[in-house]
T-cell receptor, first 115, second 115 residues
Framework: AQSVTQLGSHVSVSEGALVLLRCNYS??????LFWYVQYPNQGLQLLLK??????LVKGINGFEAEFKKSETSFHLTKPSAHMSDAAEYFC?????????????FGGGTRLMVKP | GAVVSQHPSRVICKSGTSVKIECRSL??????MFWYRQFPKQSLMLMAT?????????EQGVEKDKFLINHASLTLSTLTVTSAHPEDSSFYIC???????????FGEGSWLTVV
C-alpha cells in the first residue's frame, strides 16, 4: 500500500521568498514520485517527477524537488516565489510495478503569495 | 472529508465495445470535474474539463467522439470510452472541485484493460 502526506494545507509566503512544500510518502516498493500544480479553473499540470537516477529533480517554472529515501520525503522548493506561483500543489506516488500504476495523491497544499 | 468515488475500479472489455466510468462526489456538489489518464509509468495527462450542464472542454489531441464525457448533475460525471481498442488500456482518474470552493478531491482511479 502507498500513501502520501502533505504537511500544511495552506502555505503563505511573500513574493521573492523561498517556497517549501512538504511531502512524505510511504511505499512498499521503490516509488515514482510526482508534483503537480493546479491553477485556478484549470486541470493538473505536471511540475516534475522522480523515477530513478539523480535524486534532485528540476521541473518547470524554477521548481525542484529532492528525493530522500531515508526520510521518505519529496519536498518541493523554489528559491524565489512569484505571484504567478499561487496555486494548489499535489504530491503523488506511484509504485513502480507492473501490477498497476495507480497514483495516490496527497491532500494538496494551497500556496498563497503575498506582494 | 469530501470523497470522490469512481466506479468501476477495474474493468476489462473486449475490443470494439464501449465502457463507461463513473465519477461521483459523495458528500458535496461538484461544479467542475477533471478527467485524466495515465499511461504505464508515466504521469497524468489531462483529458478534459467538465462543467455541470455544459459540454466538456477537451485537451488538444483528445478525441471527443471517442471519449464521451457527460456531467449531467452536480454529483456525477461519466467518461465513456467508445469502440475501445487495446491502446486505450490505461488508468483513468477523475477529480472534482466543490461548488464555490477551491479544494480539489481525487477519485481512486479506474483501471481499464481492453482485450
Amino acid at each position: 500500500a502507498q500513501s502520501v502526506t502533505q504537511l500544511g494545507s495552506h502555505v503563505s509566503v511573500s513574493e521573492g521568498a523561498l517556497v517549501l512544500l512538504r511531502c512524505n510518502y510511504s511505499s512498499s516498493v521503490p516509488p515514482y514520485l510526482f508534483w503537480y500544480v493546479q491553477y485556478p479553473n484549470q486541470g493538473l499540470q505536471l511540475l516534475l517527477k522522480y523515477t530513478t537516477g539523480a535524486t534532485l529533480v528540476k521541473g518547470i517554472n524554477g521548481f525542484e524537488a529532492e528525493f530522500k529515501k531515508s526520510e521518505t520525503s519529496f519536498h518541493l522548493t523554489k528559491p524565489s516565489a512569484h505571484m504567478s506561483d499561487a496555486a494548489e500543489y499535489f504530491c503523488a506516488v506511484s509504485e513502480s510495478s507492473n501490477a498497476g500504476n495507480m497514483l495516490t495523491f496527497g491532500g494538496g497544499t494551497r500556496l498563497m503569495v503575498k506582494p | 472529508g469530501a470523497v470522490v468515488s469512481q466506479h468501476p475500479s477495474r474493468v476489462i472489455c473486449k475490443s470494439g465495445t464501449s465502457v463507461k466510468i463513473e465519477c461521483r462526489s459523495l458528500d458535496f456538489q461538484a461544479t467542475t470535474m477533471f478527467w485524466y489518464r495515465q499511461f504505464p509509468k508515466q504521469s497524468l495527462m489531462l483529458m478534459a474539463t467538465s462543467n455541470e450542464g455544459s459540454k466538456a472542454t477537451y485537451e488538444q489531441g483528445v478525441e471527443k467522439d471517442k471519449f464521451l464525457i457527460n456531467h449531467a448533475s452536480l454529483t456525477l460525471s461519466t467518461l465513456t470510452v467508445t469502440s475501445a481498442h487495446p491502446e486505450d488500456s490505461s488508468f483513468y482518474i477523475c477529480s472534482a472541485r466543490e461548488a464555490g470552493g477551491n479544494t480539489i478531491y481525487f477519485g481512486e482511479g479506474s483501471w481499464l484493460t481492453v482485450v
